[in-house]
């Protein structure tokens, strides 16, 4: 790869260099409802996946939902019909592994669910719940519609304490079925931050510590990556933030008219209608792997 801006380069030479994909979840190859259920494939999403995989190009899907586990994530996908062993599946509870083992927190207060809190555990690091009194490490905010508020007092008293304060997504919304739902990472960590003033940190999309978690599976450098996604604030510049190839999809949260307003650095390299389209564009050049 050159080492100026990749950029400036025409997208689809890019394309034919590309060695791994990252693709999203909901907008992007699926839709169900306001909790993951009901999933439904999009259109070209099964084919895509599958064309990737016969031309042994290494792929990952990464969601920001917390709401379950990776495993039970990628259970659900195959249910539908998609080829996706466990390990090919990331939620920001994978970046965060990454992130908190290199920084030494051992002890993390959770203010999510056991599809935030299970992974953790898996890696050897100790999941407190948000009670009061508990020194820890870092508290990280995801998927919790049950939040309380002594579960707000607990994290800020956490925080106040030395602990540091991590998000899994800072987006307001997801894309589900016949429109958006609201997220409650965001909400929660504002009002966190609110009352503390710390600094936040996020570990899922479009944070570079997800697209290098998702590089680190792949065994791939991010400038090899193409990330396909349907929301401008997350899979578009977590690309650009990695240097990867942005392909942008209209089937989501976001319309392909949504990035003409931007700067140019910040535009998609590529603009496809859904995948169905980027497969297309694959299948017809004769020059990608």
């Not at 920001?92 to 992130?99: E, L, N, T």
């Not at 570990?203 to 991010?222: C, F, I, M, T, Y």
């Not at 603009?271 to 389209?277: C, L």
Request: one cysteine or more; charged letters at 20%; glycine letters at 12%.
């Amino acid at each position: 790869m050159s080492d100026r801006d990749p950029g400036d380069r025409d997208p689809l030479a890019r394309l034919r260099e590309v060695r791994g994909f990252v693709f999203d979840m909901d907008g992007t190859l699926v839709l169900g409802d306001r909790r993951n259920h009901g999933l439904r494939p999009l259109p070209g999403a099964l084919e895509v996946t599958r064309w990737v995989a016969g031309r042994g190009l290494p792929w990952v899907v990464f969601t920001n939902g917390t709401n379950r586990t990776p495993a039970h994530f990628a259970r659900l996908l195959r249910e539908i019909g998609f080829g996706v062993p466990d390990e090919a599946m990331m939620t920001p509870a994978s970046s965060a592994v990454r992130v908190f083992t290199r920084r030494g927190h051992r002890r993390i207060m959770v203010l999510g669910g056991p599809g935030l809190g299970e992974p953790l555990a898996e890696a050897g690091l100790e999941v407190v719940p948000p009670a009061a009194g508990e020194p820890v490490d870092a508290v990280l905010v995801g998927w919790f519609p049950e939040f309380t508020m002594p579960a707000l007092e607990a994290a800020c008293h956490a925080v106040w304490g030395g602990a540091e304060l991590y998000s899994c997504s800072e987006t307001p919304f997801f894309a589900v079925d016949g429109g958006r739902a609201l997220g409650t990472s965001r909400a929660i960590s504002a009002m966190i931050r609110s009352l503390t003033g710390v600094r936040l940190r996020v570990v899922g999309k479009p944070s570079l510590d997800a697209l290098r978690s998702a590089a680190d599976r792949l065994g791939v450098v991010p400038a090899r990556l193409a990330v396909v996604g349907d929301d401008p604030m997350l899979e578009v510049p977590m690309a650009h933030r990695g240097r990867s190839l942005a392909i942008a999809v209209g089937t989501g949260l976001g319309r392909l008219a949504d990035y003409d307003a931007l700067p140019a650095a910040r535009q998609p390299h590529l603009r496809v209608q859904g995948v169905d389209e980027l497969l297309a564009v694959l299948a017809s050049d004769g020059s990608v792997p």
